[in-house]
């Protein structure tokens, strides 16, 4: 069954001027909304790629997984988390499932989101003031590794503070490995548990009240940018 849906809008002056537009277009009320929901929820990874194109590099290829079983994708996105496991779709879930084990975990913007800047030329260190949350965040991408292959896949554009945004994740003992377009990839030899998490943050955050770290990374680049001052 369908109905005919009458919309009127007022078209602006640069437009061009003249009376009010009609436009009339049929519309099923009766779509099947399971349809709906359901693509709401899932995409295929051409989908994925034409709103997200920095992800092309990111999925260029996956990590070698044991035996025949297929890899397990994880995208962490600042509004949402996708997996998918091996095919080439992505489905939405709903929490993050810590029972879960990923060949690959893609920051998609989630770190991003959270503070994880440190672009001194345009005066940004957000991640000075998420220190803690950041180091947790990255500790529950690694918590999931399904193996010792298994990597964190971060972008580090070339005008951030690279080294110090991958201390972050080599205090817990991962290796980091280059990539092409700023993407870098971090594995861990070691399944890590929750009191690896404590011991870094008493050894990152709760002994390090001296500001030591911060005077450190701030002051040669204020000074750099007060000596170009006339």
């Not at 003249?18 to 995409?43: I, L």
């Not at 440190?118 to 500790?139: T, Y």
Request: net charge positive; charged share 25%.
């Amino acid at each position: 069954t369908t109905q005919r849906i009458s919309l009127r809008w007022w078209c602006p002056a640069h437009f061009g001027t003249g009376p009010t537009s009609m436009v009339q277009f049929q519309a099923a009320p009766c779509v099947n909304v399971w349809q709906w929901k359901r693509r709401g929820r899932q995409y295929t990874k051409e989908e994925l790629l034409r709103r997200r194109p920095m992800l092309r590099e990111a999925l260029a290829d996956l990590p070698c997984t044991p035996g025949h079983r297929r890899p397990r994708t994880l995208l962490r996105c600042a509004d949402m988390l996708l997996q998918s496991n091996g095919s080439a779709k992505f489905q939405r879930m709903s929490s993050l499932d810590l029972k879960g084990h990923f060949d690959l975990i893609v920051d998609a913007g989630e770190l991003a989101a959270l503070g994880f800047v440190m672009d001194l030329a345009n005066f940004r260190w957000d991640a000075l003031a998420h220190v803690e949350e950041l180091l947790r965040l990255i500790f529950s991408s690694l918590r999931l590794f399904a193996s010792s292959k298994s990597c964190l896949r971060l972008y580090l554009a070339p005008s951030q503070l690279c080294d110090f945004l991958v201390a972050f994740v080599t205090a817990f003992g991962a290796e980091p490995l280059q990539r092409p377009n700023g993407w870098m990839d971090f594995t861990v030899s070691k399944t890590l548990m929750p009191n690896d998490l404590e011991q870094v943050l008493e050894r990152e955050v709760y002994q390090e009240r001296s500001h030591q770290r911060y005077a450190k990374v701030l002051f040669p680049a204020l000074s750099d940018d007060l000596s170009h001052e006339p």
